[in-house]
């Protein structure tokens, strides 16, 4: 286990020294979920947690940075959807809180925002679904990279993470490259490492942590739920697209169906202009991940969740989940390079 652990901390060396931590095990951003007791407890527990910003103003994200910070001296990051009509400001609230870590999601960041935060002295990561993006976001400038595959849970690109992961890895060296999406144990997190990332991101795997404040119902979605019950939102016509969401199967799932079948007739039918139809359909999940991650309303709210979601079986503390994680990967790395054949099972 020690030789173990020494060869994970030299193959993901680089990883912890840009996330300032222990392991290079990142807490993919959340929104409801990751709040300040579980981005907290990660950090605390060795790991990066991440804040998601989500659609919060600038005065809650300056509330939420300031109650982490008081609950963990340890680096933490804030993640920030570039389409929130206040990114500007929401940049300026992680300068004035010292955040050294701010992640970019959700598309291409609009110009001049890698370089405020940059200028800053903060660290820009930015999401990359293809290689050529990711060479593009390393020629702007930024620090590292999340390359997160179709597995993983909430919104998705249409490639599986193993294939991203081979992609993408062997051509970006300059800067390093987080693996995220399908990620349950830690002998992924060693096989990915061994690809050459840097370190990895997990979401689904940390819902159920002790610390997380979702709601109990959600909680227990997730230890019931199989990977199979965790699936993309389906776009019933092309005219009308819908970004695809990986979430548990429910009511709300089932209704989304149904609600864009009446859209579609009705603009068929020329009783409602296109706009309005797509307006309809887009507005069908408003509130719904809040509905389920705090209301606890897991039949009507959005489950979003990876595949992942099948290695979730119990509520567990935190630091434990890491721990094991950390050990999985250790013994694996171990086993890899001992001279002992392994022996056949019969
Ligand atoms: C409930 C839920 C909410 C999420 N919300 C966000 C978000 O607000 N912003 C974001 O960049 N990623 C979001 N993600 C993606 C995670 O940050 C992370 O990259 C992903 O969960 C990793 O894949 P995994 O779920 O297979 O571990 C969300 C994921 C889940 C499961």
Not at 52 to 64: F, H, I, K, Q, V
Not at 187 to 195: D, K, S, T, V
Request: aromatic share 6%.
């Amino acid at each position: 286990m020690t030789k173990g652990r020494d060869m994970l901390d030299r193959l993901w060396q680089r990883g912890r020294d840009f996330l300032g931590t222990e392991t290079a095990i990142m807490g993919g951003a959340m929104s409801w979920v990751s709040e300040r007791h579980l981005v907290a407890a990660i950090s605390n527990a060795g790991g990066f947690g991440v804040l998601a910003c989500g659609a919060m103003t600038p005065a809650l994200l300056e509330a939420e940075i300031a109650g982490t910070q008081a609950l963990t001296r340890k680096p933490f990051g804030v993640n920030l959807i570039t389409m929130h009509p206040q990114l500007d400001e929401l940049i300026d609230v992680c300068i004035a809180a010292k955040v050294g870590h701010v992640v970019l999601a959700g598309g291409l960041p609009p110009k001049g925002a890698i370089d405020k935060v940059k200028a800053a002295g903060a660290k820009v990561v930015c999401f990359a679904p293809a290689l050529a993006l990711a060479k593009k976001f390393v020629k702007s400038g930024v620090d590292a990279l999340v390359i997160e595959g179709m597995e993983a849970g909430g919104h998705i690109g249409p490639v599986s993470t193993a294939v991203l992961a081979q992609e993408i890895l062997p051509e970006i060296r300059s800067v390093p490259v987080f693996v995220a999406g399908g990620i349950g144990r830690g002998e992924a997190i060693a096989m990915y490492l061994e690809l050459g990332a840097s370190g990895v991101q997990l979401g689904t795997r940390f819902v159920c942590a002790t610390e997380s404040i979702a709601h109990a119902n959600f909680k227990k979605a997730f230890i019931r739920g199989a990977a199979r019950d965790a699936i993309p939102s389906v776009q019933l016509d092309p005219r009308f697209p819908v970004i695809p969401v990986r979430a548990l199967q429910n009511h709300g799932t089932r209704r989304f169906m149904e609600v864009q079948a009446e859209v579609v007739a009705r603009f068929n039918r020329g009783e409602i202009e296109k706009d309005a139809a797509m307006l309809e359909i887009e507005h069908f999940w408003a509130g719904a991940l809040r509905r389920a991650v705090i209301d606890g309303d897991v039949e009507n709210g959005s489950l979003m969740a990876g595949q992942s979601v099948g290695m979730v079986t119990r509520e567990q503390p935190t630091a434990e989940i890491i721990a094991e994680l950390i050990e999985q990967a250790a013994t694996a790395l171990a086993a890899r390079y001992t001279a002992e054949p392994v022996p056949l099972r019969a």
